[in-house]
């Protein structure tokens, strides 16, 4: 089966810097991904981790454990636009391989 | 690149009628697609994965005979909600990837309601 963990809100200030955690146990796994969804909108991609180390994407970076099944979203500077609900997604390794989303987390900045 | 884009953006139905929606890749070759349903401050959850030119696969639960996929050309994808009731309200979105890629890119998503 396929249970992705991530804390259901987070809260920090303008400026700032905040990390948010997903854990993982599923039968599969090619890579995670980190996606951004606005109140309303389709998610939009963020970052896509294989291998295990820390990919950095100008203020954001994704960090990927495999042998923990951990993974983590940095997002630096924050702005107000940042505001939105992160959602960790899992890639089965079928040949077809569909994605298994977390929760999200909703993350609100304020000034 | 990679931009999907969805049509209708919203729809607002009677119950027992049907809806379609549409789902294309527009800069490059979908190869895949997958069409999601999330209800208000829930995740994706996946209903089905298309693949063009052969029948969909529909997740555990989903109906297959009420909700109809077809994956006719590289870049286009439908979902017709069939004989739609209050409770199929809800926001789907199509997502597509290109052959050789884990990546899906999404469409901006159908705010579908029926009275």
């Known amino acids: 089966g396929q249970n992705i963990d991530q804390p259901t809100e987070m809260t920090a200030t303008e400026g700032a810097i905040v990390q948010i955690n997903c854990t993982y146990q599923?039968?599969?796994?090619?890579?995670l991904f980190w996606y951004q969804q606005h109140a309303g909108e389709a998610p939009t991609f963020l970052s896509y981790?294989?291998?295990?180390g820390l990919e950095e994407k100008g203020r954001f970076s994704s960090f990927l454990s495999r042998s923990k099944g951990y993974s983590y979203l940095l997002l630096k500077e924050l702005q107000m636009k940042d505001s939105a609900s992160y959602l960790c997604a899992v890639s089965g390794n079928s040949g077809y391989s569909t994605l298994t989303f977390g929760k999200g987390t909703m993350l609100l900045v304020s000034p | 690149g990679a931009v999907v884009s969805q049509h209708p953006s919203r729809v607002i139905c009677k119950s027992g009628t049907s809806v379609k929606i549409e789902c294309r890749s527009l800069?490059?070759?979908?190869?895949?697609m997958f069409w999601y349903r999330q209800f208000p401050k829930q995740s994706l959850m996946l209903m089905a994965t298309?693949?063009?030119?052969?029948?969909?696969?529909?997740e555990q639960g989903v109906e297959k005979d009420k909700f109809l996929i077809n994956h006719a050309s590289l870049t286009l994808s439908t979902l017709t909600v069939t004989s739609a009731h209050p409770e199929d309200s809800s926001f789907y979105i199509c997502?597509?990837?290109?052959?050789?890629?884990?990546?899906?890119?999404f469409g901006p998503g159908t705010r579908l309601t029926v009275l």
């Open positions: 997502s597509a990837r290109g052959q050789g890629t884990d990546t899906q890119y």
């Open positions: 981790n294989v291998l295990d």
């Open positions: 599923t039968s599969g796994f090619n890579g």
């Open positions: 800069d490059f070759q979908a190869t895949t």
């Open positions: 298309s693949n063009e030119g052969s029948k969909a696969t529909y």
